[in-house]
């Protein structure tokens, strides 16, 4: 298993829409505890309203993808761009899941 940290940037003028979409959107992430496949380990939006990070403990990209493409928010257009990068962490709470 890797981390990966997916950065969302939310398209402008939905904060309505994400509103609508919001409960679906946490039920998806809340799901997510599979350690074989994909397991959340961490989400939450940037203070200033503009995006959201997620941290992911996955098998690969593809399967970070996929959860991406299974998600309310990025089915109906509310992000404008989701970058995944894979992250190592050294130190701290989350070095556990380093590679």
Avoid at 22 to 32: F, P, T, V
């Amino acid at each position: 298993m890797s981390l990966f940290a997916v950065e969302y940037v939310y398209a402008p003028d939905t904060e309505e829409a994400r509103a609508e979409h919001r409960a679906q959107h946490r039920e998806l992430l809340a799901g997510l505890q599979d350690p074989q496949a994909v397991k959340l380990v961490a989400s939450g939006p940037y203070g200033d309203g503009s995006g959201a990070l997620l941290i992911f403990a996955a098998a690969g990209e593809e399967a970070v993808h996929d959860v991406l493409k299974q998600d309310p928010f990025v089915a109906q257009g509310l992000v404008a761009n989701a970058k995944v990068t894979e992250w190592n962490p050294v130190t701290g709470e989350l070095s556990a899941y380093a590679s």
